[in-house]
């Protein structure tokens, strides 16, 4: 049995599961592990046990919103880059600080394009 590695680890955070699902199938296809996160506190839970090379965080979350759970993210984990996925990006300006606002963010209904844009930022890194 030949098992290839992973380029790495990317923590999903959405509440729609067929969304959640989409992006797994497409990080997955792009030779990254995806671990999957459906509400803000998993997605904490998850950070803690685990590091991360990139996060996709929806805003709109059930327990801990998407826009609380980015602050934490920046403050907590050094270097990881978020992008943001949401129907809802206006919600990012209740950010005041420059230093907690996402590398990339994609409107909803995303397409398989922007989010191998995205990807290919982890290769530049």
């Known amino acids: 049995m030949n098992e290839t590695k992973a380029l790495g680890d990317i923590l999903i955070v959405e509440d729609n599961q067929q969304a959640r699902e989409v992006l797994k199938e497409i990080i997955s296809s792009n030779g990254y592990a995806a671990t999957l996160a459906k509400d803000g506190r998993e997605a904490l839970s998850a950070i803690q046990r685990q590091r991360f090379c ?3 965080l929806d805003l709109r979350l059930p327990e801990v919103n998407g826009v609380d759970l980015l602050r934490k993210v920046k403050e907590t984990t050094s270097g990881v880059p978020v992008i943001v996925v949401s129907g809802y990006p206006e919600d990012l300006l209740q950010l005041r600080n420059k230093d907690m606002w ?3 963010v994609i409107s909803k209904p995303f397409k398989i394009s922007q989010i191998r844009e ?5 290769k530049e890194r």
């Open 54 to 56: 990139l996060i996709f």
């Open 102 to 104: 996402p590398e990339m």
């Open 118 to 122: 995205a990807l290919s930022l982890l």
